[in-house]
């Protein structure tokens, strides 16, 4: 399948599964007391926030794994590089620090890319922001934070 289109498929296929996974455990409460509740003790999250999940979580999110390499032709360095963008990007997410740059959210790029913003607004209100690499799910979706945009503006104002 090559290096890039397996590396492209198996970050669309894990950006759906996180997505749907997240967003499900949102919208019913039993669900999120059995399995997502621990990430979100991490109110103002860190990098270690990140992977803090319950076992019953760790299972869900890991499922993705054999998945993609069972079902997707992918090459191994693709595979690879597909689990480091993706720890990256989680890891990324959780610092609590906006690295995007001001004119992002201006750009197409700003529209399709998920930031730490995005998914600090999540841990602080629990409703919406459920992408992790995009935000395109959550624009398709309608549960895009209403203020993330005029949030992240005066989150890259500061610096």
């Known amino acids: 399948m ?21 967003a499900s ?33 760790a299972v869900i999110q890991a499922g993705i794994i054999p998945l993609v390499a069972l ?14 963008f993706q ?7 959780h610092t609590g620090y906006e690295f995007h740059a001001k004119w992002l959210m201006d750009s197409w790029l700003g529209k399709f ?6 998914h600090i607004q999540h841990h602080d209100s629990f409703k919406g922001n459920f992408g992790l ?5 959550d624009r398709w979706m309608g549960t895009n934070h209403p203020d993330y945009e005029k949030r992240y503006r005066e989150v890259v104002g500061r610096g």
């Open 2 to 22: 090559g290096l890039v289109l397996g590396q492209r498929r198996g970050g669309d296929l894990h950006a759906r599964h996180v997505f749907l996974l997240d």
């Open 25 to 57: 455990a949102h919208h019913h409460p039993k669900l999120f007391r059995l399995f997502h509740s621990v990430h979100h003790e991490s109110h103002n999250p860190s990098p270690w926030a990140a992977y803090c999940v319950s076992p019953g979580e």
């Open 71 to 84: 079902t997707l032709p992918i090459h191994p360095v693709a595979f690879g590089l597909f689990w480091f």
């Open 87 to 93: 720890v990256t990007i989680a890891v990324a997410g």
């Open 113 to 118: 890319f998920s930031t730490p913003t995005n």
């Open 133 to 137: 690499y995009f935000n395109l799910w």
